[in-house]
């Protein structure tokens, strides 16, 4: 049995489709700009489309309220990152657990209100039921680097999952202290105190490989 070709969209079609697209970009970076000047608390749909000059009707075609824009933003933070992870991890084994922890940090610091905004920091209301699948693959990402670099050393993660929750748990801790300015020294401080701590936590997820 064949299957029907489906009609081509017209013209017209795709023009709205890429003109929904750009307004709904529009949107978003709004958001971000408020963000970043005032913090998440003061971003609402309302204040987006003054920004725009658009009256608020129009923005609630793209977003019912405040909480789908976050997720849609979350969505775009978490496939970014995951991106910048993924470069990263391209490097030599010996290198790229430096290379990850660096390019986490200069994303978080690069775009701090999304990386807020993915956090559920700033009081960010934002809270899902499910892993996102952006996020998901964020991790897949990071524990897919992790294992190969534990390969190249000749040894396995005891515990895959465990591993990259604990050092995806401390780099963020690390972002969130010094975006609060709670680490004495300031942001670089950090930092280093981060990249000098990396390599004796990973290598406690260790366990060699067992030869025959």
């Known amino acids: ?3 029907k070709a489906q009609p081509e969209p017209s ?3 795709k023009r709205r489709e890429r003109e929904r697209q750009e ?3 529009r949107l978003l970076e709004a958001a971000r700009v408020i963000a ?4 998440w608390n003061a971003v609402t749909i ?3 489309a003054g920004k725009l ?3 608020a009707p129009i923005l609630y075609q793209h977003f019912s309220n405040k909480e789908d824009l976050l997720v849609e933003l979350m969505m775009l933070g978490f496939a970014e990152l995951a991106e910048q ?3 990263a991890a391209e490097g030599s084994p010996e290198g790229r657990l430096v290379a990850m922890a660096e390019a986490y940090w200069a994303f978080a610091f690069g775009s701090p209100e999304l990386y807020q905004a993915m956090n559920g920091m700033d009081g960010v209301p934002f809270g899902t039921a499910e892993t996102p699948r952006e996020a998901k693959n964020a991790f897949r990402t990071f524990r897919l680097a992790l294992q190969g670099i534990a390969q190249a050393r000749g040894a396995e993660l005891a515990d895959p999952p465990g591993a990259v929750d604990t050092i995806w748990a401390f780099l963020h801790g690390c972002v969130s202290l010094a975006m609060a300015g709670r680490i004495a020294g300031g942001t670089e401080r950090c930092r280093t105190l981060m990249l000098n701590a990396l390599e004796p936590m990973f290598a ?4 060699d490989l067992v030869r025959s």
């Not at 970043?36 to 913090?39: A, I, N, R, T, Y």
């Not at 406690?204 to 366990?207: F, G, I």
Request: charged share 35%.
């Open 36 to 39: 970043s000047e005032e913090g």
């Open 23 to 25: 307004m709904r970009a």
């Open 204 to 207: 406690a997820q260790l366990r």
């Open 1 to 3: 049995m064949t299957t």
């Open 53 to 55: 000059e658009y009256s």
């Open 85 to 87: 992870l993924r470069l």
């Open 46 to 48: 309302r204040r987006i």
């Open 11 to 13: 013209a017209s079609k």
